[in-house]
Every structure is written in C-alpha cells, then in structure tokens.
C-alpha cells in the first residue's frame, strides 16, 4: 500500500515563498514518476510539476515556470515543491501524486496518477 504525506503548507504574503514536502512510503519510490497538483474552491484539480525518476526531467504548468521547482530526494523517499514570489492565485491545496506507469516521463494528465496524498493548504495574502 502507498501512502504519500504531504507537509509544508501554511499561510504566506503575497511574494513569499514556501517549501512543500511529499514523503512517500513505498519501497520503489526512485522507480516512479511523481507530480504536484493543486486545487482551489470551486476549481479543477490542475497539475502544477512533474519529474521522472531521476531528476532529469521535469514538466511545469506555465503559470508556474519560473517561480517553482520540483525536486526529490530517492534516499529519502521524498519529494519537495519550493514555491517563490507567490501569488493570491496560487492559493490552493496541492496535492503529491505517484505514477506507477511512468518512470522517464512526467505527464500533466491527472488521470495517470495513481495514488494521490491528503493535501496540504497553501494560502497566499495580498
């Protein structure tokens, strides 16, 4: 059984930045691609990053791209969202999320994403 716990979130001005983590309790963690979504009330959940196994590559939503960055830690099962010069409009829950199909290929497509943490709240002030 995997089980993916996400931490980190929490209350930031607008133009901060915080650090999400996602320690995931799977043996093969290194051998899956691992993504970040969030979702905002009355919203669809939208993919946010993904990486491969790796490190190597990785695939961000352009509303994103310059101001987050995925990482993971293979030894430590984990893998972390650094979020900088947050907006209002990245207020969110994000979630971490597991896919078993994929190790070279981050995909944005929320539907190959097997397993999917609780969330953790991410709330930015103006």
């Known amino acids: 059984q995997v089980q993916l716990v996400e931490s980190g979130g929490g209350l930031v001005h607008a133009g901060g930045s915080l650090r999400l983590s996602c320690a995931a309790s799977?043996?093969?963690?290194?051998?899956?691609?691992m993504g970040w979504f969030r979702q905002a009330p009355g919203k669809e959940r939208e993919f946010v990053a993904g990486?491969?196994?790796?490190?190597?590559?990785?695939i961000y939503a352009e509303s994103v791209k310059g101001r987050f960055t995925i990482s993971r830690d293979n030894a430590k099962n984990t893998v972390y969202l650094q979020m900088n010069s947050l907006k209002p409009e990245d207020a969110a829950v994000y979630y971490c999320a597991l896919d078993r199909s994929s190790r070279y290929v981050p995909s944005s497509s929320r539907a190959l994403y097997d397993y999917w943490g609780q969330g953790t709240q991410v709330t930015v002030s103006s």
């Open positions: 990486m491969s196994w790796s490190g190597g590559n990785t």
């Open positions: 799977v043996r093969t963690f290194s051998s899956y691609v």
